[in-house]
Every structure is written in C-alpha cells, then in structure tokens.
C-alpha cells in the first residue's frame, strides 16, 4: 500500500509539477503603515516590560540583578524585530525599504526603534521608581523615628538629672555630717525661721519640677505609641 505525501495531498498543483509544498516561500507579514510596526514593538517590550515586573519588582532587593535583565530582555526584542524585517512588508513594500525611504525624506517622522535608547529609558524609569519608593518609605517612617528619637532624647535627659540631683544630695550630707553642731545661745531666729521656710519652699518646688518630667515624660511615650499604631 503506497503511502501519501501529505503535503503533496494539501497542494496537488504543486505537486503535479514536481514542487514539494514546503520549498515554496512563506507569506510575509503584511502591514498597513510604518506606525504599525512601532505599534508592534512598544506591545511587545511593554509586555516583556509587565512581566519582569511581576517576577523582579522594581522594589525588590535585586536591583541591579533586575536592571541587568531588563537590559537583556529590551535587546533581546530589539533583536527579534531586527531579524523579523527581512520577512515583512508594509504597503506592498519590503519593511527595510520603507525605512530607507522613511529616512530620505527629511521630513520630522517616526524613526527607527533604537535598542540603545530603550534600554537607557528603561534604565532611568526603574531607577525613578526605586528612588520614588524609597521616599514613599521615607514619609511613613519618619513620624515614628522622630517620636522615638525623642522619648530616647527625653529619657537620657532625665536620668542625667536625676544622677546630678543624686550627687548633689550625696555632697550635701556628707558635708552635713561633717559640721558639728554647739547649742550655745541662739540669735537671730526669725531669720532662722525665714531661712527654713525658703528651704522648705524650695523643696516644694524641686518636688513640683520632678513631677511635671514625669508628666512630659508620659505624654512623650503616648505619643509615640499612638504614632507608631
């Protein structure tokens, strides 16, 4: 039983004259205008553009890995549309002739897709996009490192006074300890009397100081919970 050449079956004139099906020419891709194929390649590398996007976020770690893959992917598309020239045609011209012509014109058109020039605009709007989220990052994070700078701040201020007050006691008694005391006939007590009200006065006042730190010191602290919920 004799076997059939399908592609002579699907193409019996050709076949009748002793040409196989596949040694006839492909049908080149037919397009209307030069725009049509700028349409097509800024498609295509927004396409590739989206999915390197979804794979390698423009904020993610890998920046630089990113940046290189994006350079590869635009030449690669760059490339492809290169090659593909040969087997289109725009109007009933050969697309490299269009572009020849295109060029000789001398008048303002759509040039030619420059791979170079993609690849430096790519490069730029990444970088613009990871500095942009860099600041956005920066505007969220900034109340609350304040805050917390500041309660820091407040903190180490108040435990350097409380060391100062301490020493000062501490000098205050020693040198009380060291005065000796004679009852011998006592003038002036009214003054005495007004010397130790002030001292009490002032007691009342440091303790009144110590307790509006302390009230600072809250605030301070509720505000930076309430800043960092």
Do not use: C
Not at 23 to 29: F, G, L, N, T, V
Not at 51 to 74: I, S
Not at 76 to 87: G, L, M, P, Q
Request: net charge negative; hydrophobic share 40%.
């Amino acid at each position: 039983m004799a076997t059939t050449n399908i592609f002579e079956s699907a193409f019996p004139q050709q076949a009748q004259q002793g040409h196989r099906a596949t040694d006839s020419p492909h049908r080149k891709i037919e397009l209307q205008s030069p725009q049509d194929l700028t349409y097509l390649i800024a498609n295509v590398s927004r396409a590739a553009s989206e999915k390197l996007d979804r794979h390698l976020p423009p904020d993610a770690p890998e920046g630089d890995l990113r940046q290189r893959v994006e350079v590869l992917v635009q030449a690669y598309v760059a490339e492809t549309f290169e090659r593909a020239k040969d087997s289109i045609v725009v109007n009933g011209i050969e697309a490299r002739e269009v572009e020849l012509g295109e060029a000789g014109k001398g008048e303002e058109e759509l040039e030619s897709f420059d791979a170079k020039l993609a690849q430096k605009i790519q490069s730029l709007a990444a970088q613009i996009e990871r500095e942009t989220l860099y600041l956005a990052n920066k505007r969220r994070r900034a109340p609350q490192e304040t805050a917390r700078n500041f309660l820091a701040a407040f903190e180490e201020q108040g435990r350097v006074w409380d060391a100062k007050l301490e020493r000062e006691q501490e000098v205050r008694v020693a040198a009380a300890r060291k005065t000796e005391l004679q009852v011998g006939r006592v003038e002036r007590v009214g003054e005495m009397q007004s010397a130790w009200v002030r001292g009490r006065e002032d007691l009342a006042g440091l303790k009144g100081g110590m307790e509006g730190t302390l009230e600072r010191m809250e605030r301070a602290r509720k505000a930076v919970e309430a800043v960092e919920k």
